[in-house]
């Protein structure tokens, strides 16, 4: 069902984000034109189902840019000067661009724009890799100026709800401190281990497993657009590089002299930042309830119950086992989403289980 | 069908690893053994269908070590003093416990004992985290030592098949210095971007995307586990610390002096170490193909393209488009697994679509 609040949209830059916003618009069932420098990026865009080429009498509602940082400020500035349509764009850094079209427009059209960023992608890049639902559940990032009017700020929140993302509010600058730690950072983490294998023996590759594909796998990413992203927020990633090499100072001196305590506290730090990264998507936590089941202690009886609920179809959170030395059972807790136990007890006793509420 | 060269196997520790090679052998339809300081442990692990408690007059076949590094090679010595089994490890690092275990045993004793360690896990723990398909596609380094004896090697080799395993064979001190760079380094990058985590504004870590998920995901490892590998490579891991300083270092200055080309270099570097990851799994990549396709140029026929291949059943594995200025119809390349090239084309031609072999 259309959104009629949205209307025509216009999507400057297809890429993989700009893209993957013209699907999920067209998902939505709004109309939309595309723009890019590359007629062949177009092309491909509007073979996936993203839109049509723009044309010069359309007159879109809102505009969404999308191109690479170096870009940005003058494209934005651009289609705001282009017509009266509301503005945003999703560049992964929030002040420059920002300064840049408050150099080049005058304060009637900035009111028409508001900076956003979709918490989203991968190391892909392209139309083809874009998918509508690359915004499912994800934050999105909308950074409203002094002078954002409230129409502009409604038409990035109802963009942000058709994806399918959260939106979190906050100023440019809070912004790039955050993508600074949460983004800049480990990018270039998982770049630095990635510069330590090219080069490396065979033999020693040969032992790769899934940790180290998991850390380095956003290292992939396009090195000219993170050129581009690193050198728009070099203060605050500087500030934090500067942060990690004297952990890595006093990590360094633990390992080499053997401090396990110094050693210890540096791993359990970093179990508590994983432990800080907000639950799934960045949504709040679902509550979560904890149902009983008695399980006889013969060879394959846990499996069983856990093949069971498998069956139910619902989803086992983390379990806890009690076994009491005295007694040939165990008490299982198994813990499930909190609107999902009953159903879970009621399935289970009548496979026979015994469980406790 | 039991593989009839191995015999009773038992697992001493049965917590992730140990626990899932348990499961492993009975799936392959072996008889298996469990050992563990924690009966509890020993309790879920047989609940969940992975063998029985040991019995003082069990004689198993291959013993299967599966405990931490601190007293891994106290209880490797152990197994090989308590009768005649062939006995292996699946410890991280190998060096160590080799030494250890030299310095407790016999001549004799020391070619029944073959190191090994299987490139599979993750940050969870414990038999309750344990799969029968943990090991399935991943490498596993074989370690034998100059007196390992042939018998020795084959049983591990079997042990390794029955897991779905590829196996890998260095020599112990190799191997160290491959997972300090494969797995150690990663981890401690790991550890250092989430200890920047903990204690950031709430509204900055809303802001987390799967980069940072990615990234940190082990760190969420158990502390006190990987205090003993990083006590049992120090030597390695420290150096490559140092390296990862070095490389550090020169970031900081790339970034904070605007140095675009020097950032350039080190991102490229990062974007080449990613290429450097063996294909999937650590197994030799597969050879692939390309096949052609006319796609018209209309909105959404390479969604319909796509759409097909994916009923159809072939994985396409990347995609590139010529797009004719010249002409309304672009050729489009897919490159799919070589054997499924052929069946591809015909399902496709089948649909209407025009190819091109």
């Given at each position: 069902m259309p959104d009629p609040a949205l209307g025509l949209v216009e999507v400057v830059g297809t890429g993989l984000v700009g893209t993957s916003i013209a699907l999920a618009a067209r998902r939505a069932g709004l109309d939309v034109v595309l723009s890019d420098l590359s007629a062949e990026h177009v092309r491909t865009a509007t073979g996936l189902g993203a839109g049509h080429a723009r044309r010069t009498d359309d007159r879109p509602a809102l505009v969404v840019v999308a191109v690479p940082p170096d870009h940005l400020g003058a494209a934005i500035a651009a289609a705001l000067s282009d017509g009266d349509a509301l503005v945003t764009d999703v560049g992964s850094i929030k002040g420059r661009p920002l300064r840049e079209v408050a150099e080049r427009v005058d304060a009637a059209a900035l009111t028409r724009y508001v900076g956003s960023h979709p918490m989203a992608g991968s190391e892909r890049s392209g139309?083809?890799?874009?998918?509508?639902?690359?915004?499912?559940g994800r934050p999105w990032a909308v950074t409203p100026h002094a002078t954002s009017s409230p129409e502009a700020v409604a038409a990035v929140a109802a963009l942000v709800e058709l994806c399918g993302a959260v939106a979190t509010t906050l100023s440019p600058e809070e912004h790039d401190l955050a993508v600074a730690r949460t983004s800049h950072l480990p990018h270039l983490a998982a770049v630095l281990v990635a510069g330590r294998?090219?080069?490396?023996p065979a033999e020693h590759l040969?032992?790769?497993?899934?940790g180290v594909r998991d850390v380095t796998?956003?290292?992939?990413?396009d090195p000219a657009l993170w050129q581009q992203i690193l050198a728009a927020n070099a203060a605050a990633v500087t500030d934090l590089l500067g942060e990690l090499r004297e952990q890595l100072d006093g990590l360094i001196d633990a390992v080499r002299d053997g401090r396990r305590d110094a050693l210890g506290e540096i791993l359990s730090a970093g179990v508590s930042g994983t432990a800080a990264i907000p639950g799934k998507h960045g949504a709040p936590v679902r509550p979560m309830r904890s149902v009983f089941v008695s399980v006889p202690d013969h060879p394959g009886e846990l499996a069983r119950l856990f093949g069971d609920a498998g069956e139910i179809g619902v989803n086992i959170e983390d379990v806890h086992i009690d076994h009491d030395?005295?007694?040939?059972v165990g008490l299982t807790e198994l813990v499930v989403e909190e609107d999902r136990a009953e159903h879970l007890l009621g399935a289970l006793e009548s496979r026979g289980w015994t469980t406790h509420r």
């Open positions: 139309p083809l890799a874009a998918s509508a639902a690359l915004f499912d294998l090219a080069g490396a040969a032992l790769s497993g899934q796998r956003i290292a992939a990413s030395p005295g007694r040939p």
